[in-house]
């Protein structure tokens, strides 16, 4: 079975500063790997994917995380927080050749601060 | 720009209402799901739908029923609604295909359901 751990409930950043969201996988197949992002009050927007390519993606608003196999992690950075940044992330697991249903993290709340 | 569409962005019903929230997509998608949310629990799977009048239980079922006589719209019905249903309930579709683990969902704007 898969699984996602997301190290951190709720990270605060100063604005300006680097984002790190952190993800933890384990599969016993190459997985898949998302992040989504959750504005206040809405639905989830997916922000980027990981699906065996480059290792290193590149999604909307400046966000990017790196798939690395021998740590079983997909972590999300930004150089420079915003405020428009503060939102809820979920990393998100399906595998190839396996279920398409995805397995999502308990979500990280970004808190930034002025 | 592709959408996944939730009829009500917030509903109060009262206990022992039944209760539909409804849910459009115009991308011609094969899959929908519907998903619970609360707080410290994450998103849950409720029930997800393949294929027209298709469906498929997901991991909190009970109390809950759906329906896709269409292909663009799927929705989930609360029989007797209780107070334990309050939440955020978000719909989700994605393509069909062989590559559906690497697609991804579009969600919708979800609906915050109260229930007194």
């Known amino acids: 079975a898969q699984s996602v751990t997301q190290l951190g409930s709720h990270v605060s950043v100063s604005e300006g500063a680097l984002v790190l969201l952190r993800c933890n996988y384990s599969s016993s197949v190459p997985p898949y790997l998302f992040w989504y992002v959750q504005y206040p009050n809405q639905g989830l927007q997916l922000l980027l994917k990981?699906?065996?390519?480059?290792?290193l993606v590149k999604g909307i608003n400046g966000f990017e995380a790196e798939f690395k196999k021998s740590e079983t992690s997909f972590h999300l950075t930004k150089p420079s927080a915003h405020m428009s940044d503060a939102a809820e992330y979920f990393c998100?697991?399906?595998?190839?050749?396996?279920?398409?249903?995805?397995?999502f993290g308990r979500g990280t709340s970004l808190i930034v601060h002025p | 720009d592709v959408k996944v569409t939730q009829s009500s962005r917030y509903l109060v019903k009262r206990t022992g209402e039944k209760v539909f929230l409804e849910c459009v997509q115009d991308?011609?998608?094969?899959?929908m799901f519907w998903y619970r949310q609360d707080p410290g629990l994450g998103l849950r799977l409720i029930y997800f739908?393949?294929?027209?009048?298709?469906?498929e239980k997901g991991d909190i079922p009970e109390g809950y029923s759906v329906s896709r006589e269409k292909k663009e719209r799927f929705s989930l019905i609360l029989e007797s609604a209780s107070t334990n249903q309050t939440s955020m309930y978000l719909c989700?579709?994605?393509?069909?295909?062989?590559?559906?683990?690497?697609?991804?969902?579009?969600f919708g704007s979800g609906t915050r359901l109260t229930v007194v």
């Open positions: 991308m011609d998608h094969e899959n």
């Open positions: 739908s393949y294929d027209v009048k298709m469906k």
């Open positions: 990981y699906t065996s390519a480059a290792t």
């Open positions: 989700a579709s994605m393509p069909g295909g062989s590559g559906m683990a690497n697609y991804g969902y579009t």
């Open positions: 998100a697991v399906t595998k190839s050749g396996g279920s398409y249903i995805p397995t």
